[in-house]
């Protein structure tokens, strides 16, 4: 921040008041040291560290609205015969909680608007917590220190979801109760302890009359408790750690570049949550979400067509909608795989390796060390193309959720969509990883490639002997800098199996695990341009020069491995008016 | 008596008992069958039903035969089901949502835009209505939705035709690229004639099992639909996928498109 010192202003009537006022809180509290600190903290800028402020904004917005609405919503599910402007469902037989989200929609001023800012904001809260856990997995931001960090933004996800199904739940309509069906059912398909569980969550046979006055403390008490809490360690974890950030000239693990909170931050983050509040009130007031006067009141004997779930919870209608009808009986016990499959094993599959991703990480790399430069996704292709994978297969089982939209949208048979969802939540992330992974590897060949060669500038150069040649432009020291800064990663070596002696080493066993896991990860792989390689381009203009090149490498690897690993010259100078603070 | 003593053995009595057995049977059915059945059919003149079956002969006859019998569909080719008492309502449901005379083979028969006029349809339903008794086409009364209580419509509609048609009539998929048609544009005297025949896929919902106000009631439920929605743009009423499917889109776009420019945006 390199602001020009001009002369200091005289202090006016408001500068007066507003120096009073701090000095006045500052000797109460000591609140200025506070202050201080925090406004000079240095944040990195880029556009992918907002996503996780949307996810911050949405949920502040739920909070306003939900708040709005608990004062008309009443959590019974005392019967009762609705009279309001709604003509399709006066005189209807409905539990209080329905007949009182369709008063509140109908008849409270504003009342709609807010319980659809609600509703938008919880989708866009759970979208925006993906998104932002997409940036994080992608780039490696999940690395030591940041482990804990991940679970604590993973619990904060599994937190969503359940926020989302317990709100959704409440109206009492046809839908919600439909999805609290399929939650019973899953409860009931565990094994021995089914229906111990249904009957404690219900309080009885389901549906029973005790669920929503249940589901409506979890929703507003328990659960927004629990994620105002989490959210708290979330970001304190993000201060002590300092943010991460991308890589780029003058940017290593052991500082952050960037701009202070104050005024920067301050002025963006605080605009950003109007921009966040903006879009939703935007969406809520023009498009219809969740109209439950379409779907009546909760009736145990009625579903409709396009019965499913909001989008987060959609992969496990879609495993539902996939799994083949088996089930098999053990004395009078019957194991019903055809929910336990979907309902519980898929999604625990998926979660559980989410959540230790880091872990799985940090023991195929061996890696103990701080990292604070984010990764490019392509120098990490096995990871990328495991996130890819992943992803994959969750948007077959989403699609596979909407499979009768897409049989009516698309005029194709049912039957047919399911048969080739079946066969591609198989195959699609299997083909998904391999070709992601090709392309990662293949973005690290051009960044090689443009090191070495630099950019074609397409001119064409002839010499007087009739020789042709394109004259390239070396790439300015930053351009490179970028595609060389990261380390090559390797698979592990580990030491014999037996001393010299053959006597048995500890711990070997666990070594070859970890040694086997790090050759799944890191044997395809192409390293980054060492210095020697670069000056063998440089000076020599051709590729002959590169055999010997590799041999130097290795003694500049062990050579550096105390200090810098940096494997190209640093450019000196860094851009703009940003600010560099150590970790 | 004793002329009637002494012929009692003769040899052509049972017959003569049978024939007069049969005649009464036909008689006491004349008279006993619903009155509905030949409601269009007193309605239509001879002229018309004449003129129906040219109409049929000319642009049905392929597929459902010269009389109406029906064909058996060979190799591959046209061939369609007997219409020998399907009644008015059916041929006016059929040919009125230019569902007939079809396009082509495939999973289900698909609506396009109507082939004949009113007229001509009227004249076509005259002639099938004159081959054996049906359901007749509702009357305007029947159909108005005005006069139906959309509150016990919602919980008819729910009960038997949501499962298929979605909660409020935007449709939803069958078995084996089958489908059950959005109702949106559909007629008040279409929707009746369609529970009334069961055209395709769908079951009949005869007066017994739906009575004809509750399918009034039904129409009127459907036609409160048409009003849109309150809470602005409808998004197909096609529920949390396609409003999941807009969060992703607009909601996250427009976000993500904010972040981009926040981030970019000098310091």
Known sequence: ?583 | MKALAARRHHRSAPVVLLLLALLLTGAVYAIAQPASADAAQAAASESDVAAGQKLFQANCATCHGVSAEGREAVDGGAGGPSLIGVGAAAVDFQVGTGRMPAQMNGAQIQAKPVQFTQDDINKLAAYVASLGAGPAIPTEEQVDPSKGDAANGMALFRTNCAMCHNAVGAGGALSQGKWAPALDDTTPTHIYEAMLTGPQSMPVFNDANITPDEKRDIIAYLDEQRDGSPGGLSLGSLGPVSEGLWAWVVGIGLLIGASVWIGAKSS
């Open chain 1, 1 to 583: 921040m390199s602001t020009v010192d001009s002369p200091p202003a005289p202090p006016t009537r408001t500068t007066r008041a507003a120096a009073a006022t701090a000095d006045y809180l500052d000797q109460r509290t000591g609140v200025g040291n506070a202050v201080k600190e925090f406004a000079r903290k240095i944040f990195p800028d880029h556009w992918s560290f907002l996503l996780g402020e949307i996810a911050l904004y949405s949920f502040v917005v739920l909070l306003i609205s939900g708040t709005f609405l608990t004062m008309f919503f009443v959590p019974s599910m005392t019967e009762v015969h609705y009279h309001g402007p709604w003509a399709a469902m006066d005189g209807v037989q409905m539990s209080e909680a329905f007949a009182s989200t369709l008063r509140l929609s109908f008849e409270v001023r504003g009342g709609l608007l807010m319980r659809q800012i609600h509703h938008w904001a919880a989708l866009i809260f759970m979208a925006s917590i993906v998104t932002h856990m997409m940036r994080v997995f992608f780039t490696g931001a999940f690395r030591k220190p940041r482990e804990l960090n991940w679970l604590v933004g993973f619990t904060l996800m599994i937190l969503g979801l359940l926020a989302g199904f317990s709100g959704y739940s409440l109206p009492d309509d046809v839908l919600s109760g439909n999805g609290l069906r399929i939650a019973d059912g899953v409860a009931r398909a565990i094994p021995i302890l089914g229906s111990y569980i249904s009957f404690a969550l219900f309080g009885g046979e389901f549906p029973g009359t005790e669920l929503i006055p249940r589901l409506f403390t979890v929703h507003i008490l328990l659960i927004p408790a629990l994620i105002l809490a989490l959210i708290g360690l979330h970001l304190l974890m993000v201060v002590l750690h300092k943010h991460t950030q991308y890589p780029g000239s003058g940017r290593t693990d052991k500082n952050v570049v960037g701009y202070p909170l104050f005024p920067v931050y301050v002025a963006k983050a605080g605009g950003f949550f109007f921009v966040v509040f903006a879009v939703i009130a935007l969406m809520a007031a023009t498009m219809t979400i969740n109209p439950v006067w379409n779907y009546g009141p909760f009736d145990p004997g009625v579903v409709s067509a396009g019965a499913q779930p909001d989008w987060y919870m959609l992969f496990l209608e879609g495993g539902l909608r996939l799994m083949p009808g088996w089930e098999f009986v053990i004395g009078e016990y019957t194991v019903s795989m055809n929910i336990l499959v979907p309902g519980v094993i898929i999604p625990g599959i998926l979660f559980t390796t989410l959540a230790l991703w880091p872990f799985i990480e940090a023991f195929a790399t061996g890696d103990k060390r701080e990292h604070h430069v984010l990764d490019r996704p392509r120098n990490a292709p096995f990871r990328t193309a495991f996130g890819v994978a992943f992803l994959t297969a969750f948007m077959v089982l989403v699609l596979a959720g909407s499979n009768d939209l897409i049989a009516t949208h698309f005029h194709l048979s049912i039957n047919d969509i399911t048969w080739t969802f079946r066969v591609l939540l198989f195959v699609g992330p299997a083909i998904a990883f391999w070709i992601t992974k090709r392309i990662c590897l293949s973005l690290q060949r051009k960044d090689r490639e443009l090191v070495l060669h630099g950019h074609e500038t397409g001119r064409i150069v002839r010499f007087a002997s009739g020789e042709y040649i394109e004259v390239h432009k070396p790439l300015d020291a930053h351009e490179r800098w970028l595609r060389v800064q990261h380390e090559p990663r390797r698979p592990l070596e580990i030491e014999p199996a037996e001393d010299s002696r053959g006597v048995r080493r500890k711990g070997y066993r666990i070594d070859a695990a970890r040694r086997r896991l790090s050759k799944v990860f890191y044997e395809d792989r192409v390293e980054p341009v060492t210095p020697a390689e670069l000056a063998a381009a440089q000076s020599h203009g051709g590729h002959d020069a590169l055999p010997l090149a590799q041999e130097e490498r290795h003694e500049e690897l062990t050579a550096g491995a105390s200090g810098s690993r940096h494997l190209a010259p640093e450019p000196e100078d860094t851009e703009g008016t940003q600010g560099t603070q150590r970790r």
